[in-house]
């Protein structure tokens, strides 16, 4: 039923065949020799493998490290569009860091009854120990991924919130150096914003939400549960590229009041700790007893303000997926504003008339667990068979306040370079916005992902999804 | 630094010298057992012994056959030290110690490990055993030539350099261990052709027939290959070369540190150890005793290290 929809194609829905935005780069592509590109694609591959820039998809011990596949089609976003995006994102990102922050002292936004009390006090991201507990700047999410998805022209979508750990920037910054590798004349003649600032971006804007009593130059550490990790190329890449340490729970311990990491030398304290472990394993003595990926104490040092965690514990309140439904209500109750990017129509399975809506319509819609990350455990109405649209109504209605539903997007295309020319599918895109008590940095673009089979809707790159590089134009 | 990360340098570089070796084992059992020797049987089982990896092989194996333990010594992951678990371990470090790698380094060794695992995916044909030896010590010798030329001479390149020089110590010293008898200057032997067989897969499995001709002419007896191997300055798997680096990397590291640690002071004894030797102190002294004496401290050396540079914690 997919192909009989109408598409909005980002490069290829214009009058005239192309749509601005792809004017120049059509202008070229029409000039190239297909050969040579199919050529270019494998050189990329090898490239890819050459350099490491792999993930690991838990549960596949046959295929432990896999390449995520790019397409060379670039994704582009013209300044104007950018414009706009970047602003909403800010607007979002700044009502998110106040929203958390009232969560966890007054609570205004219960007491005014705008968001229902039991959607936090029985939420499993909500963490009582951050209550009263302000961060260093009073920053939470330090690095945000906004999903974006588009049906039109002026229609973008913010399809989730990602304030936890976003992940996926090294692959913004890698595919644009495969590009500029591969096709360096592109370049010259289209003007496309820069992304290489990111690991200066991140840097600075790290150090500059270390604690308030951190004198001189701020020691900043990431912090990876290891090679095992499905994300661990990005974490080492990272931490690469902004000359700092890659540590791990074993490498720290708590040394007179502060986190501190071994090296040849001793020990030496951390300022500011980018963790890429979630909050259940960053403290065995706070959370998770089990944990061997944290650091015991790490709260205690926390709460005495003595290092930045980066993001802040407990931010996974603002991903829930039943709070996002709330979200246009949220931006304006905190920034006295409209919401600039436009929520996507959500019903809450915990209300009794939505629940029943969902199931009576669940062949139209897309079903997601509030918490749930990857493209793990959701239902594509359109694209399941009988017997799994029966087997997921009866987990809905086994514990129905663990979903939401959307309608099935009609999710714009992007071409990809495939064997017979090009050939659309759907995309999303995640910018990654930086902030800091300096201010909010967004890179211009993001990480676009791609579904790579024809009609597909999942573009997760655990779930086959590839990705293409993000061009955000000049004027 | 971090000491988890001088740890992975060592041992990235301890495996990759470790894969390279036991390559050179395999080329050497496999011309001797192949043109020279009687008893095919009883070399293998020296070639398994010198690699460390007798436990391992006799738990799988009842005998000594060459395809068994070509097999063992390259393929098997069951085995610890087979070239294809060094090439992977090597690998894993080097990824966890990415951040502290050049570009270059780590491609090299990731290609390697890419290279090496595809050329080992099946059993190695004796044809293609050349061309597959071949290609392993390439892939070492390519990390090794990215280090070299691309990589800083600070605390990162000294503690590469320090896994490098204990893992061939340890290698050079175990070959004359295994084989110390036939080195031994009991009148009997001397100038047998039995003995010339022995001397010559001694020196190949070190890579080093060639030039100790250069530096020996036709005088090949015991006391001048084992001079050779253990005391020649110039020989860069001789134990004497090995001491010098790793007396010297741990230099490095105490000047940049502003530290002289316990494990200075055991390298700095075993280092005077070798000057005062002469061939002929060492075999009045007894060889087999003076090898065992150098690969305990050689561990012992290592552990210190771990130890002073807190690669465990």
Known sequence: MDSE??????????????????????KWFA???????????????????????????????????????????????????????????????????????????????????????????????????????????NVYTHIVGTDLVRTGEDDFFVLEDNARTPSGVSYMLENRETMLHMFPELFSQIKVQRVSNYPKSLRRSLAASAPERC?????????????????????????????????????LMVVDGHIAMRTTRGYKNIDVLYRRVDDEYLDPLNFNPDSMLGVPG????????????????????????????????????????????KNVQTWRC?????????????????????????GYGMLVGPAASKKELSSFAAKLRRNPSNYIAQ??????????????????????????????????????????????????????????GGTKDTWVLED | MLGKTAGGLYWMFRFLERCENTARLVEAGFRIALTRSNDPASEWKSVVITAGARSHYDAKYDSYEAAHVVDFLLRDTANPSSALSAVEKARTNARM???????????????????????????????????????????????????????LRNDIYDFTQIGLALERADNTARIIDVKYYTLLPSASFVGSALDNV????????????????????????????????????????????????????????????????????????????????????????????????????????????????????
């Open chain 1, 298 to 341: 790490i709260m205690d040092v926390y709460r005495a303000g003595n290092i930045t965690i980066a993001n802040a514990p407990g931010t996974g309140i603002a991903d829930d997926k039943a709070i996002y439904s709330y979200m246009p209500d949220i931006i304006e109750f905190y920034t006295g504003e409209k919401a600039i990017l």
């Open chain 1, 215 to 251: 004198h001189g130059k701020p020691t900043v550490a990431i912090l990876t549960p290891g090679i095992h990790n499905s994300a661990y190329f990005e974490h080492s890449f990272l931490a690469d590229q902004m000359g700092v340490e890659l540590v791990e729970g074993h490498d």
């Open chain 2, 97 to 151: 110690v990415r951040t502290a790698l050049t570009t270059e380094v780590w491609e090299a060794v990731n290609e390697g490990w890419m290279g090496i695992k595809e050329t080992l995916k099946s059993p190695v044909k004796e044809t293609d055993l050349p061309t597959v030896l071949g290609e392993i010590r390439r892939h070492s010798a390519l990390v090794r030539g990215a280090l070299h030329g691309t990589m």
């Open chain 1, 350 to 374: 915990s209300e009794p008339d939505s629940l029943a809506y969902v199931l009576a319509h669940l062949p139209d819609l897309v079903v997601k667990e509030v918490h749930g990350s990857g």
């Open chain 1, 407 to 464: 309608p099935t997007l009609s999710l714009s295309t992007v071409p990809i370079f495939a064997k017979k020319g090009l050939a659309p599918r759907h995309v999303d895109l995640r910018p990654f916005a930086l902030v800091s008590p300096g201010g909010i940095d967004i890179t211009p673009g993001g990480l676009t992902r791609v579904a790579l089979k024809a009609g597909s809707l999942v573009v997760n790159s655990s779930q086959g």
């Open chain 2, 198 to 313: 022995q001397w010559e897969t001694i020196l190949r499995s070190v890579s080093a027939h060639r030039s100790f001709r250069w530096l020996n002419d036709e005088n090949m007896t015991p006391s001048s290959v084992a001079d050779f191997l253990i005391l020649d300055p110039r020989f860069p798997r001789s134990l004497s070369f090995c001491s010098r680096i790793l007396e010297e990397s741990l230099g490095f590291l105490a000047k940049d540190y502003g530290a002289r640690l316990t494990c200075h002071d055991m390298i700095s004894a075993q280092r005077d150890r070798l000057r005062e030797n002469t061939i002929a102190t060492i075999f009045d002294e007894g060889l087999h005793q003076f090898i065992t004496t150098y690969i305990d401290d050689i561990n012992a050396i290592g552990q210190q290290i771990e130890k002073d540079y807190r690669f465990n914690g």
């Open chain 1, 5 to 26: 929809r109408h598409h909005f194609d980002e490069m290829l829905s214009g009058s005239d065949g192309v749509r601005a935005p792809y004017a120049e780069f059509q």
């Open chain 1, 31 to 137: 000039d190239e020799d297909p050969a040579r590109l199919s050529k270019k694609s494998k050189e990329a591959e090898a490239f890819f493998r050459r350099t490491g820039i792999t993930f690991n998809v838990y549960g596949q011990a046959a295929a432990q490290e896999r390449l995520i596949p790019f397409d060379l089609i670039p994704r582009i976003i013209a300044n104007r569009e950018w414009t706009k995006l970047s602003k909403g994102i800010k607007q979002r990102v700044t009502a998110i860091n106040a929203f958390l922050h009232d969560i966890y002292h007054r609570q205004e936004i219960l007491r005014a009854g705008i968001v229902p009390t039991e959607l936090i006090s029985r939420n499993e991201a909500f963490l009582p120990q951050m209550i009263g507990l302000t961060p260093p700047g």
